[in-house]
Structures are given as C-alpha cells and as structure tokens.
Nanobody, 116 residues
C-alpha cells in the first residue's frame, strides 16, 4: 500500500506565494514520476506540473514562470513553489505518485485559495 499526503495549502492574497509539499510512503521500490493536478469548482481536473525520476519537468502554460516543481528523491517528496498567485489559481490541488508506468496513487487534496 502507498500513502500520498499533501500539505501547505491555505489562503493567500493575489501576488503572494505558497509552497505545497507531498510525501509518498509505503511499499515503494521506485517512483517514476510525481506531480500536481488541480480542480477548480465547476471545472475539470488539470495537470499543473510534473517531474520525472530523472528531473524532467512539465508545466501547464498558465503557471509557467510562476510555479516551480522540485523533488527530493531520498524522501519521496515533491514540492510545488507557487509565486505571484492569481485568483484563477484557486482550486483543490492534488498530488500524485506513479510507482510504475501504469500505477498511480493520489493524495487527498489540499485547498489553495487566492483572494483579497
């Protein structure tokens, strides 16, 4: 069994910053990739950023230049540094961990609210 636990969400004013963390634990021999999706009310879940075991990254166009994903392989932990936050970044952010090419585990989600 694999557990994925996010932390770091909250309320922030526009232009502010937040750092999300996500730790995977349990029966893990290797992690192929980790990343973040988000889902705003009434919208589909969308990929925000992902990072592979080799360090390759991908970002949604809407967050490029503002968000940075990083990873600590020794701790099976991924981080999402979010700067210059906008109201449209408000969503529940979900972390995922791919322990094989076809096996994915999800966290429970953490709320990020950007509002003045």
């Amino acid at each position: 069994q694999v557990q994925v636990v996010e932390s770091g969400g909250g309320l922030v004013q526009p232009g502010g910053s937040l750092r999300l963390s996500c730790a995977a634990s349990g029966s893990i021999f290797n992690i192929y990739a980790m990343g973040w999706y988000r889902q705003a009310p009434g919208k589909q879940r969308e990929l925000v950023a992902r990072i592979t075991s080799g360090g390759s990254t991908n970002y949604a166009d809407s967050v490029k230049g503002r968000f940075t994903i990083s990873r600590d392989n020794a701790k099976n932990t991924v981080y999402l540094q979010m700067n210059n936050l906008k109201p449209e970044d408000t969503a529940v952010y979900y972390c995922y961990t791919d322990i094989t090419a076809t096996t994915r585990y999800w966290g429970q989600g953490t709320q990020v609210t950007v509002s003045s």
